[in-house]
């Protein structure tokens, strides 16, 4: 029986982990005056990984519909694929060693979630693994002058599965990490 708070069977957050959601619903985070600053980049940040993942989902179906030249698409590809691996990568190496212990301090009654936060990142790596290395399939197969059809169809399944667990997280984290800092503000976190 797997657990139902592994990154890959979690349908959400249980509600002993969402109890500032009921104070601070996320319809009204933008209202809220501790939402400008911290907030609103930590969810641009956010966007901008959704917002990758959508643009190489994009880019790898109008390669296998043949609307993108190869030579195109990898060029694409290796430039996005690169940014995200690398911004994801910063993004929750500064997460686990410096904001979800301050977090954590600052609402000791939800600390398990930010355990499970950091437990999902290094769910995530295998996963950023296989993501690159299906990516760089692609990028050899036309660096080759090589059919990257099926290495792109391969790619994609791997970017669907990808996109899955990281929106699952990224929810997951806006709903314990927004509220925490709107009830307490950005003292100590900086």
Known sequence: MSDPLDLTAREGLPD???VL???YPRAA???DPNFHGLVSFWLDRHLMFRRLVGAMTDDARAFLDRGMEARAYAG???RLGQTFVAELHGH???EDAHYFPVLARAEPRIERGFALLEADHKALDPELAAFAGAANAVLGAVAAGAPAADHGAA???RLAAMERLLDRHLTDEEELVVPVILRHGERGLG
């Open 16 to 18: 002993a982990l969402r």
């Open 92 to 94: 929750h190496g500064i």
């Open 21 to 23: 959601l009921q104070d």
């Open 155 to 157: 790619f994609l399944t």
């Open 29 to 31: 985070w933008s209202r």
């Open 76 to 78: 694409r590809l290796a």
